[in-house]
């Protein structure tokens, strides 16, 4: 792997903004994920109420007019992020430590700042992972720090999709429904307009993948809350996840969660074939440095 070369003067790039999680937005969500008016009453999902652990994704949501929007959906290359010229880009993975509470409704700022680019040469091709450090706070000081991953590849031939890893067995399993409606609903909660979530022409013909993707912030939510269900409503300290394998709308979707070793525990998401598509960690009591 190399340094950012040609796109190594991003590094250190930072944007500042201030917005905030509305009530209405935060019961959308809680629709999408399937959360009934007792459920969501019990969560204190109203104005004012603890905004859910990665619930904060509800806020900062690209704002691109239709004019700037590129052929794949997503906003067009330039502005804060490098402008790389390979035809997919995807979320690959994240980083969070929680050192505070955030509430439904109230102003949040964040700052985020550029902190590494790099290439690679692999299977695929070219890559080009991006990494941008958050810092998210309000009026009572810092709540989360996050370091999100985004890697820039190609757009492939055909679909290839890497070595499958065997699904590990669980302390629970919990099988989630999924379909076009529940992937419309995320794409729609947080304006996320990436094709391949919602269009299955071009996700088949143009991304060459089998079927719609599943979004991975969806995935990194799905497991978080399940997990925090089997642990009575506890709060998370620290989560880092990782997508290893796209999961598409036809795949039977399986949440499996650990055994919790000295306060932490993993979590992945599996096909019903038995392979993990996204691979994650929660921390339930401590935190290491950042």
């Given at each position: 792997m190399t340094d950012g070369g040609a796109y190594s003067e991003w590094i250190g790039r930072v944007e500042e903004a201030e917005d905030s999680v509305p009530a209405q937005t935060a019961r959308a969500l809680a629709a999408t994920l399937d959360m009934d008016a007792a459920a969501r009453a019990g969560a204190g999902i109203a104005a004012g109420g603890p905004l859910p652990p990665l619930w904060h994704w509800l806020a900062f949501l690209p704002d691109a007019p239709m004019s700037a929007l590129d052929l794949d959906g997503h906003p067009r290359r330039g502005g804060f992020l490098p402008p790389v010229p390979l035809e997919r880009r995807m979320w690959a993975g994240g980083k969070l430590r929680w050192r505070g509470d955030l509430r439904i409704g109230e102003t949040i700022h964040r700052r985020s700042e550029i902190t590494a680019v790099s290439e690679k040469t692999g299977k695929t091709g070219r890559m080009v992972f991006v990494t941008v450090a958050h810092r998210i706070s309000t009026a009572r000081g810092l709540a989360v720090t996050?370091?999100?991953?985004?890697?820039?590849?190609?757009?492939?031939?055909?679909?290839?999709?890497?070595?499958?890893?065997?699904?590990?067995?669980?302390d629970w399993v919990e099988p989630v429904p999924m379909d076009t409606a529940r992937l419309f609903r995320f794409s729609a909660v947080t304006f996320n307009a990436h094709r391949i979530h919602f269009d299955l022409a071009y996700a088949m013909k143009v991304e060459k993948y089998p079927g719609l993707v599943v979004h991975g912030p969806l995935q990194a939510i799905l497991l978080i809350e399940a997990a925090r269900r089997h642990r009575a409503g506890a709060w998370p300290r620290g989560y880092t996840f990782r997508g290893v394998r796209p999961l598409l709308h036809t795949d039977a979707l399986r949440l499996i969660g650990g055994a919790e070793t000295d306060g932490a525990q993993d979590l992945c998401t599996a096909t019903g074939e038995d392979y993990v598509c996204m691979q994650a960690r929660v921390d339930w009591t401590g935190i290491d440095g950042d």
């Open positions: 996050e370091t999100q991953d985004i890697v820039y590849m190609p757009m492939p031939e055909r679909f290839t999709p890497p070595p499958p890893i065997p699904a590990p067995g669980g």
